[in-house]
């Protein structure tokens, strides 16, 4: 059974850090695309970060920009987000995404259908 598992998640004040975690089980994604998007209550699911299977391409929203860094350990199958000058308007559930079929390829994916898997989120609340 696939499984994507974020971690890392919680209750911060404006101007924090956290770091999340999405640690992949029941397959490799070492060689895919995988992406972090985030849903804040009432708003559609927004995407937040990529990065290509090797980390060397990655790509963010520009709400993001200069403030979040997406990174991945493929020996562990997992993906990271380090989001650092944290804002009341990131508050949201973060939900990391694996795609299975754009092997090895250059670039990352930013649309929601690209993704084939989904984890079950984690809340980041930021209080001002």
């Known amino acids: 059974q696939v499984q994507l598992v974020e971690s890392g998640g919680g209750l911060v004040q404006a101007g924090d850090s956290l770091r999340l975690s999405c640690a992949a089980s029941g397959r490799t994604f070492s060689n895919y695309p995988m992406g972090w998007f985030r849903q804040a209550p009432g708003k559609e699911r927004e995407f937040v970060a990529s990065?290509?299977?090797?980390?060397?391409?990655?790509y963010y929203a520009d709400f993001v920009k200069g403030r979040f860094t997406i990174s991945r350990d493929n020996a562990k199958n997992t993906m990271y987000l380090q989001m650092n000058s944290l804002k009341p308007e990131d508050t949201a559930v973060y939900y990391c995404?694996?795609?299975?079929?754009?092997?090895?390829?250059?670039?990352?994916?930013?649309?929601?259908?690209?993704?084939?898997?989904w984890g079950q989120g984690t809340q980041v609340t930021v209080s001002s």
């Open positions: 995404a694996a795609d299975s079929t754009y092997y090895r390829g250059s670039y990352y994916r930013t649309r929601f259908e690209a993704y084939e898997y």
């Open positions: 990065s290509n299977w090797s980390g060397g391409n990655t």
